[in-house]
């Protein structure tokens, strides 16, 4: 018996076009698995992914990684999502089934190595933690419609069998985190603006008194000897620094550009956060040419991004949309 979430049964992995705050053609295409994951659940469902950024204006450097950005219960609910944790009480995939027949969702905790999309990357080659949201489930033919990052994927066969494993030596994940998802009524463009209006003072209170950039600029200098000549060492740093640091700028843009396009201070400050977001990726580069053993200036990594992250946020501050 086939199973499916009724909403996105029609959707299909071969034409399905992510949100354009991540996805192809934007600096950073995929930001991190579960927040990826609700963009896109947005996206699918017809509701406004480019008010999730909102999030990315309380960001912060946590000493040794910038945060890895998650919606909160209040965010998700803004936008029309009942997101809960589950408890699992039988095997994973029948508590998948029952809730994709009964109208809601969940995200659940995998192996990226039985996951096809990660191929050149995770795929067969490495085991690894991920999120992603089935959509619709076959157990019979082995079949499975998934959404995953900036996408919406298709398994099948072994892949399929392995990843619903509760064996160890199959996965690495045998008692994953799992939400319930449900979704309720969407909110109106007008309503989300108005209503995200208190989510950009509660984000702004809650953003760090110091600069975030600075504190991850002297991480990385500090750092720099520790990956030179080690690039399984850059994966891993560039992976908590640089790609969050400029995912959550891109994240940041994409939101304030949808916000609030006339105002002009919100309009500076989606450019400023834009200029981090591209520059990010530029000290990512010189990253992995030092893992790769080439002379690189720790002076020149993020050099003048502080300076453009306060801009930013004093920006969004000084706008009539900004902080009371």
């Known amino acids: 018996m086939a199973h499916a979430f009724a909403p996105l049964a029609a959707l299909d992995p071969a034409s399905h076009r992510p949100a354009p705050v991540h996805g192809p053609g934007t600096p950073w295409p995929e930001t991190n698995c579960a927040l990826d994951l609700y963009l896109e659940l947005l996206n699918v469902t017809g509701r406004h992914p480019e008010a999730l950024g909102v999030v990315a204006l309380s960001a912060d450097f946590l000493g040794d990684a910038w945060v890895t950005l998650k919606p909160g219960s209040d965010d998700l609910q803004r936008h029309g999502l009942s997101v809960v944790e589950y408890n699992t009480w039988r095997p994973l995939l029948e508590h998948v089934a029952h809730h994709l027949d009964t109208g809601r969702l969940m995200t659940v905790e995998t192996d990226s190595w039985w996951l096809p999309d990660t191929a050149g990357t995770a795929y067969r080659n490495e085991h690894t933690k991920t999120s992603i949201t089935p959509l619709r489930l076959d157990p019979a033919a082995r079949t499975m419609t998934y959404l995953h990052n900036a996408g919406c994927y298709a398994l099948e066969g072994e892949d399929f069998e392995a990843l619903w494993s509760e064996q160890a030596p199959r996965t690495w994940v045998p008692i994953p985190y799992v939400e319930l998802v449900t979704l309720c009524a969407a909110p109106t463009e007008q309503r989300m603006r108005t209503e995200v209006a208190d989510a950009v003072r509660s984000h702004l209170g809650r953003a760090p008194a110091s600069n975030p950039v600075e504190r991850l600029r002297a991480h990385l200098v500090a750092t720099l000897p ?21 995912a959550s700028a891109q994240l940041a843009a994409g939101f304030l550009r949808w916000w609030a396009p006339d105002d002009p201070d919100v309009v500076r400050a989606a450019r400023a956060f834009t200029e981090v977001a591209e520059r990010a990726g530029q000290t990512q580069f010189a990253l992995a040419r030092a893992a790769r053993g080439r002379r690189v200036d720790p002076q020149t990594l993020l050099a003048g991004l502080p300076a453009v992250w306060d801009e930013a946020i004093a920006a969004v501050r000084a706008s009539r949309h900004g902080e009371p």
């Open 226 to 246: 520790r990956i030179v000549g080690d690039e399984p060492a850059f994966h891993k740093l560039a992976f908590v620094t640089t790609r969050q640091l400029g």
